[in-house]
C-alpha cells in the first residue's frame, strides 16, 4: 500500500490495478468501458476523499485512534501531511466558505433526481428522446420559465450561437456546390460535442450543468466513436468464453477418462488376484490327488503328470542337453 491521501495522488498504476479488482466482481458491455471507468474515478474520489475525512474526525476525537486497514507508516505520512501541508489547511477552510455559498457551482432546478432520470423522464411521458437543450432548460429554469442564474442563461445561450454558425456554414458549403466540402461541412457534431466546445469542463471532467445527463452522452459518443474496438472487444470476449468452455469440457473428458483408467487398472488387479489365487487352488488339488493315488498304489491316469517325474524328467533333458 502507498501513500495516498487524495485521489490524484495515485499513480496511473494504482487506479488501473484498483479498476481491475472492481472488474473482478462486474460485468458490463465493451461498449460502456469508457463510460464506466469514468464513473469509477468520480465514485472513487469521492470514497477516498470521505473515508480520509472519517479517519481525521476519528484521530481528532482520538490520538490513539489507527485504522487497521492502513498501515502504521502510511497512517503516520498520512497525520503528519494533513497536519503540516498548508494546501490542505486552505482547502478546508475554502471548501467550509464554499459550503455556504453557490456562487461558481452549477444550479439546477432539478432536485434529487439526476439529470440523467429527468431525461429518461421526459422521454417515457413523450415517447421521443429529448435534446440536450430541452434537458438542460427544464433543469435549469424557474416555474415562471426564467433561468435560475446568469451563467446557466449565458451557456445556454453561446450553445445556442455555435450551432447557428455551424449551420450556416454547413448551408454556405451546400449552396456554392461544393460537394466534398458540403458533405463534411453538412455532418454537424453531436449536441454534446459542441457543448463540451462552448462550455469549460469541470474538475470531475463533466460537462457543465448536465450532470448524468453528459456521461449518458458521453457514454454513447465514445461507443460511436469506437464502434470497432467495442466490436473487436467482445469478439474477444465471446473467444475467450468459448476457449475457457472448451477448456472445461475437456477437463471432464479428462476426468472421465481417469476414472476409466482406473477402473480397468483395478479390474486387471483384481484378475490377477483371482487367476492366483486359481492357481495355487490347482495346484493344492492335484497335489493332494497325487497323494492319494501313492496311498492307494495306484498308477497315474496319462492327464494327470507326477511333479517328481516332471522335475526329474527336466533335470535328465538338462542333463542330456548339457552333454
Not at 29 to 49: M, T, Y
Not at 138 to 152: A, L, Q, Y
Request: include cysteine; charged fraction near 30%.
Amino acid at each position: 500500500m502507498k501513500f495516498c491521501p487524495f485521489w490524484r495522488h495515485a499513480s496511473e498504476q494504482m487506479r488501473d490495478l484498483w479498476f481491475t479488482e472492481f472488474r473482478k466482481n462486474c460485468m458490463w458491455e465493451p461498449q460502456h468501458n469508457a463510460r464506466i471507468r469514468q464513473i469509477f474515478e468520480i465514485k472513487e474520489s469521492d470514497r477516498l476523499r470521505s473515508l480520509m475525512n472519517q479517519e481525521r474526525h476519528n484521530y481528532s476525537n482520538d490520538p490513539n485512534h489507527a485504522p487497521k486497514y492502513i498501515p502504521e507508516p502510511i497512517w503516520h505520512q498520512l497525520l503528519h501531511y494533513f497536519a503540516t501541508y498548508s494546501n490542505f489547511k486552505n482547502w478546508s477552510a475554502a471548501n467550509t466558505v464554499n459550503r455556504a455559498s453557490n456562487a461558481g457551482s452549477s444550479m439546477h432546478t432539478g432536485g434529487s433526481i439526476s439529470m440523467g432520470e429527468h431525461a429518461r423522464r421526459m422521454e417515457k411521458a413523450t415517447g421521443v428522446k429529448p435534446s440536450l437543450e430541452e434537458v438542460y432548460t427544464k433543469c435549469h429554469t424557474k416555474k415562471d420559465k426564467s433561468w435560475i442564474d446568469e451563467r446557466s442563461e449565458k451557456v445556454i445561450g453561446e450553445f445556442k450561437k455555435r450551432k447557428t454558425e455551424l449551420s450556416q456554414v454547413a448551408l454556405s458549403l451546400d449552396n456554392e456546390g461544393d460537394v466534398e466540402a458540403s458533405k463534411e461541412g453538412l455532418d454537424i457534431p453531436d449536441d454534446y460535442t459542441v457543448w463540451n466546445e462552448v462550455v469549460t469542463k469541470g474538475k470531475k471532467k463533466a460537462a457543465f450543468g448536465l450532470g448524468s445527463f453528459g456521461l449518458d452522452l458521453s457514454s454513447k459518443l465514445d461507443s460511436k466513436n469506437c464502434p470497432e474496438t467495442s466490436k473487436d472487444n467482445l469478439n474477444i470476449e465471446q473467444e475467450l468464453h468459448m476457449w475457457k468452455e472448451k477448456a472445461k469440457e475437456q477437463k471432464i473428458i479428462n476426468e472421465e477418462q481417469n476414472v476409466k483408467l482406473k477402473d480397468a487398472e483395478h479390474k486387471l488387479k483384481d484378475q490377477g488376484r483371482q487367476l492366483k489365487v486359481q492357481q495355487k487352488r490347482i495346484g493344492s488339488t492335484e497335489k493332494t490327488i497325487h497323494a492319494l493315488y501313492k496311498k492307494l498304489n495306484l498308477s497315474l491316469p496319462s492327464t494327470l503328470s507326477d511333479p517328481t517325474e516332471d522335475e526329474l524328467g527336466t533335470g535328465s533333458s538338462d542333463d542330456n542337453m548339457s552333454d
